[in-house]
């Protein structure tokens, strides 16, 4: 089945304590991307990749870093969090220069103390 | 970069409804996509679709690229239609790939 992975799905952390949110496609998709979903601000992208060891900044990419050394995972980092980064958070990839459907992840929920 | 409205914001609707949801965005984009979110919070595909029209069961969906808007229409409407739905305009190219969604209208049908 094709599909969009991440995992923790709930996570509950306090600030200043590093986590990884990962995220895996079996689509053989070149592109994936991260986004934060607040409410009142929808959803908005933090980084991009569009290939193997090429990232690049999104809209809000403040506080998170990301790699993309496999072309299925896509892994965010929150070297030290905060609470401003509670939030909703989705992974998704797409194929084809972005030019088909673009698929999601179920969704992380963060809580940072 | 490229902004994108959604219209009305909120919707009420009897069970059985028919409803029009607007997307408009401010400049040419490669891409369109509607989604679904329901109350669990998934996004759920509904159509991609930069240009034309499509139908899917209940769901339609038609853009007119050169007058930069989307409309989707729900007909016969469900409590299970009930979550917010996204447009979502892709921009990429020069090296760039850019995402972006409307703010979503939400949708409470109701029996």
């Known amino acids: 089945e094709a599909q969009v992975t991440q995992n923790p799905r709930y996570l509950i952390t306090v600030t200043g304590k590093k986590l990884t949110v990962t995220c895996s496609q079996n689509m053989n998709h070149e592109y994936m991307s991260w986004y934060r979903q607040d409410p009142g601000l929808g959803l908005r992208q933090i980084y991009y990749s569009m290939n193997v060891e090429v990232t690049d900044k999104g809209d809000v990419p403040e506080g998170y870093k990301v790699s993309r050394k496999e072309k299925r995972n896509f892994p965010l980092i929150l070297e030290s969090p905060s609470p401003n980064q509670t939030s909703l958070y989705f992974c998704?990839?797409?194929?084809?220069?972005?030019?088909?459907?673009?698929?999601f992840g179920p969704g992380t929920r963060l809580l940072v103390l | 970069g490229i902004q994108v409205e959604q219209s009305p914001p909120d919707l009420i609707l009897q069970e059985g409804a028919n409803s029009t949801l607007r997307c408009n965005f401010s400049?040419?984009?490669?891409?369109l996509q509607w989604f679904h979110q329901n109350p669990w919070g998934q996004l759920i595909n509904l159509f991609y679709?930069?240009?034309g029209t499509k139908q899917n069961g209940r769901l339609s969906a038609t853009t007119v690229a050169t007058e930069r808007y989307s409309l989707l229409y729900i007909s016969s409407s469900q409590t299970t239609d009930s979550g917010v739905y996204f447009c979502?305009?892709?921009?990429?190219?020069?090296?760039?790939?850019?995402?972006?969604f409307g703010k979503g209208t939400k949708l409470s049908v109701i029996p």
């Open positions: 400049d040419s984009v490669n891409n």
């Open positions: 679709i930069p240009s």
């Open positions: 979502a305009v892709l921009f990429s190219g020069a090296g760039s790939y850019q995402l972006t």
């Open positions: 998704a990839s797409s194929s084809e220069q972005g030019q088909e459907t673009q698929y």
